[in-house]
């Protein structure tokens, strides 16, 4: 059963805006498990400032399921954690997918391998009422805190209206929502269903919108409470794949919006800034291609770093996309102030225990 304090605990720390990586994975030329490289992965996210993890999450292939790395790469994580000694402040995220009893088996096993909350996707019920989706999640929950997630319908998302979102933000043991729909209005259903629940105290917004981050971050969202009264909400940390990449930077840039967010105007140079990092998500999720190449893109860049030797993913029509690799090349020249590269090249020996 999900701890009362622990929801507590979480969601303290999750509202007080983290950066969060979704967690790639790290397989060799032959496709097994580089656990190595693996570790290496965490160590960088932490020692970047990373408030948190998301592990089993898109970016790190739900095919792990299907070859048995569910519980290797949950635990892999878990245990640099441990061994860096984190305080109870860093949040460690699962994601649990498909229909209810396995998400249940997996949020369980998360629980076991010392994480905080579930990711949930809702994929598998693709054509499941709103009564189903908030009974599966309900379902859930009572086994683990939950992060709600509006995945993009191009990458295996359903479409969730304001009313589902409502009632999701009702449950008690939700945490937070990541909003990933890549779309403005959806991301408004998400909004206006938290401000309606009453709910919006205790619920973290996160974004995963990586068309729009420092926006979203930057942005006061009004939307009406339960009563009709205005609202005023604020998405205050990114869970994105995005920030599998080039994380110290990441985290200054989330360092910079919190600062501004209390102020009445936005410098010119961050409204740039927005533009660029979307610009480099062009490249990195291969928007040109309807995102095809988007696991792929994350590892080229951590490859190009010395953090990954392989592009490889678990599904083999999973790679770089035709021309791909020289549009990384592009936003790489076009913004040199926005990658880690020498970050990692100080400490990449040490990561990878060498």
Not at 2 to 22: C, F, H, K
Not at 272 to 298: L, Q, W, Y
Request: hydrophobic content about 45%; some cysteine; proline content about 3%.
């Amino acid at each position: 059963m999900a701890d009362s304090q622990q929801t507590t605990r979480v969601r303290a720390s999750l509202n007080r805006g983290l950066v969060i990586p979704a967690h790639p994975l790290a397989l060799d030329d032959d496709g097994r498990l580089d656990e190595q490289r693996q570790r290496a992965l965490t160590r960088y996210y932490i020692e970047a400032g990373s408030g948190g993890l998301a592990v089993a999450v898109h970016t790190t292939q739900f095919e792990i399921r299907q070859e048995g790395l569910l519980q290797p790469v949950l635990q892999l994580a878990a245990d640099v954690a441990s061994e860096v000694g984190l305080g109870e402040d860093f949040v460690q995220i699962a994601g649990a997918v498909g229909q209810t009893a396995q998400a249940v088996s997996e949020a369980a096993l998360a629980r076991e391998c010392g994480y905080d909350a579930v990711l949930l996707s809702l994929a598998a019920l693709g054509e499941a009422s709103d009564d189903k989706l908030i009974a599966h999640c309900e379902a859930v929950a009572a086994e683990m805190p939950v992060v709600g997630f509006y995945l993009q319908p191009a990458v295996g998302g359903r479409l969730l209206g304001f009313d589902f979102w409502q009632r999701f933000a009702a449950i008690e043991d939700v945490v937070a929502i990541k909003m990933a729909p890549f779309n403005r209005y959806q991301t408004l259903d998400v909004l206006r269903g938290v401000a309606a629940s009453g709910r919006a105290k205790d619920i973290a917004l996160y974004t995963g919108n990586d068309d729009n981050i420092v926006m979203d971050l930057l942005t006061t969202h009004r939307v009406a409470g339960p009563d009709g009264s205005p609202v005023d909400l604020r998405i205050v940390g990114g869970l994105l794949g995005h920030w599998a990449v080039w994380t110290k930077k990441a985290v200054e840039l989330l360092h910079d919006c919190h600062t501004l967010a209390d102020s009445d105007a936005v410098p010119a140079q961050m409204l740039t800034r927005a533009i660029e990092v979307t610009d480099t998500n062009a490249a990195f999720f291969d928007v040109a291609n309807g995102f095809a190449g988007c696991i792929a893109g994350i590892h080229e860049v951590l490859r190009r770093q010395g953090l990954l030797t392989s592009i490889r993913c678990l599904n083999p029509n999973e790679r770089l996309s035709q021309g791909q690799a020289d549009e990384i090349d592009r936003v790489y020249a076009a913004y040199p102030h926005l990658n880690d590269d020498d970050f990692v090249a100080e400490h990449l020996e040490t990561w990878l225990g060498r």
